[in-house]
């Protein structure tokens, strides 16, 4: 039986084997202590009856928009996968961010190449592509940006100015051609000043 609770200060050491052993991307221990003393209740761990961490979610508030949580980083060990564990993670960050924060969202990235992580974000997470981040990664691969509301008239509001961006730069294309078009050379004509020229013919 695994059981989800708040990270505590004496599971750092066991969330960063977690990442170590299951993510290309790796942090520093200063950093999972960085995490746990700016954003103590965003962040869970999933311990099985032994008392050992399979699995951590590390979530926080975005630093450059106080109303978006992100998620730093996700893992659940090889054995304990396909469990659901993953997605009872997200759920309880999820919930965290918007009881603590009062935040309206909540991103993440992902590599292209990592379905599975994709399929779970995407197919039941409810998650949507943002954005494809160009060579974000370390090893220059590319990333999904994908987001999630987590109040339903934030999502709709984000909508309706998609839509808005959307039609004003079919708007300026559309504009733009039309620049182009006047711009085009026009075709010599024969007539001068309203006068036909005469065009000598050579036998």
Same mark, same amino acid.
């Given at each position: 039986?695994?059981?989800?609770?708040?990270?505590?200060?004496?599971?750092?050491?066991?969330?960063?084997?977690?990442?170590?052993?299951?993510?290309?991307?790796?942090?520093?221990?200063?950093?999972?202590?960085?995490?746990?003393?700016?954003?103590?209740?965003?962040?869970?761990?999933?311990?099985?009856?032994?008392?050992?961490?399979?699995?951590?979610?590390?979530? !926080?508030?975005?630093?450059?928009?106080?109303?978006?949580?992100?998620?730093?980083?996700?893992?659940?060990?090889?054995?304990?996968?396909?469990?659901?564990?993953?997605?009872?993670?997200? !759920?309880?960050?999820?919930?965290?961010?918007?009881?603590?924060?009062?935040?309206?969202?909540?991103?993440?990235?992902?590599?292209?190449?990592?379905?599975?992580?994709?399929?779970?974000?995407?197919?039941?997470?409810?998650?949507?592509?943002?954005?494809?981040?160009?060579?974000?990664?370390?090893?220059?691969?590319?990333?999904?940006?994908?987001?999630?509301?987590?109040?339903?008239?934030?999502?709709?509001?984000?909508?309706?100015?998609?839509?808005?961006?959307?039609?004003?730069?079919?708007?300026?294309?559309?504009?733009?051609?039309?620049?182009?078009?006047?711009?085009?050379?026009?075709?010599?004509?024969?007539?001068?000043?309203?006068?036909?020229?005469?065009?000598?013919?050579?036998?």
């Amino acid at each position: 039986m695994v059981s989800i609770r708040p990270c505590q200060i004496g599971d750092l050491m066991s969330m960063q084997n977690a990442n170590l052993t299951c993510l290309p991307e790796n942090y520093q221990m200063k950093y999972y202590l960085y995490h746990f003393l700016t954003w103590p209740q965003t962040s869970f761990v999933a311990e099985d009856d032994k008392g050992n961490v399979v699995g951590y979610v590390l979530a !926080k508030i975005d630093e450059n928009e106080p109303k978006r949580g992100h998620i730093t980083s996700l893992a659940v060990l090889r054995s304990q996968r396909k469990l659901g564990i993953a997605t009872k993670l997200m !759920k309880q960050a999820e919930v965290a961010l918007l009881e603590v924060y009062d935040a309206d969202s909540v991103s993440l990235h992902v590599r292209k190449s990592n379905r599975a992580a994709f399929s779970l974000y995407h197919e039941v997470l409810k998650f949507k592509i943002d954005e494809i981040e160009k060579e974000y990664y370390g090893d220059k691969e590319d990333a999904y940006s994908m987001v999630l509301y987590l109040k339903p008239e934030v999502e709709e509001e984000k909508e309706r100015e998609k839509q808005l961006e959307k039609i004003n730069k079919a708007a300026k294309e559309s504009i733009e051609a039309a620049k182009r078009a006047n711009e085009q050379p026009k075709p010599v004509s024969n007539v001068i000043h309203g006068k036909k020229k005469n065009v000598k013919k050579i036998e």
